[in-house]
């Protein structure tokens, strides 16, 4: 079947703008996760879902940063006002459900966002 | 706090000979799972190998085995027969068992000479 989808693909943007990245997960999958990509801060954790809630935000670098999913599905991640510190690559992932380590998180190709 | 240390930050192997990763962490959890994830040019980040803390029996899937080292809070990836498919970013990962993120190390890349 399809794996986890995203997009757009790449991203350029301007200081300031907002921007949307989409994430489609794997048809099924009730856990949903955002990670970000960037050189200097590695990969690291953003949020994750189950279903449409999200426990924990705590991996958001800020308020300008914000995400929700909707019908359990699709999810969005929305970053307001960009600075050029967000560019990065956000990376998205999903599994069948919440399971700690014994879930495997399927990743999709990732958002390349840049902010000039 | 968790913490993952990848030492080396590229590694370069010959087509069918053997290299291996180093991984080291940090994490006053008992239960965990650490991991390898593959990272190609495709930039989609693909599981290569899990093991669980309290199994001491190393994983091992196909050319992929590794090394864990519990009480050095080691975890290292060798891989065998060295094919030029391998050559990615290779990341280490851990994750609490019942915690839902996984924390990475810096990666390192591997490279594969025909």
């Known amino acids: 079947g399809a794996g986890v989808s995203q997009s757009p693909s790449n991203k350029v943007t301007e200081k300031g703008k907002d921007v949307e990245l989409r994430c489609d997960p794997i048809?099924?999958?009730?856990?949903l996760y955002w990670y970000r990509q960037s050189l200097g801060q590695g990969l690291e954790f953003l949020i994750y879902f189950q279903g449409n809630s999200a426990p924990d935000k705590s991996g958001l670098p800020s308020d300008r940063f914000s995400a929700e999913r909707t019908g359990g599905s699709v999810s969005t991640l929305t970053i307001q006002r960009t600075q050029q510190e967000d560019s990065a690559v956000y990376l998205c992932a999903s599994s069948p459900r919440l399971g700690g380590g014994r879930e495997t998180q399927y990743f999709g190709p990732g958002t390349r966002l840049l902010v000039l | 706090a968790q913490t993952v240390t990848q030492s080396q930050p590229e590694m370069s192997v010959q087509e069918a000979e053997t290299v291996t990763l180093s991984c080291t962490y940090d994490?006053?959890?008992?239960?965990?799972?650490l991991f390898w994830y593959k990272q190609p040019p495709s930039r989609q980040m693909i599981l290569v190998i899990r093991q669980e803390a309290y199994k001491q029996q190393n994983a091992t899937e196909n050319r992929f085995s590794v090394n864990f080292q519990k009480a050095a809070k080691s975890f290292s990836l060798k891989i065998s027969d060295s094919q030029l498919g391998d050559a990615a970013m290779y990341f280490c990962?851990?994750?609490?068992?019942?915690?839902?993120?996984?924390?990475f190390g810096g990666g390192t890349r591997v490279l594969v000479k025909p």
């Open positions: 048809s099924g999958h009730t856990a």
């Open positions: 990962a851990l994750s609490k068992a019942a915690g839902n993120k996984l924390t």
């Open positions: 994490t006053s959890e008992s239960d965990y799972y």
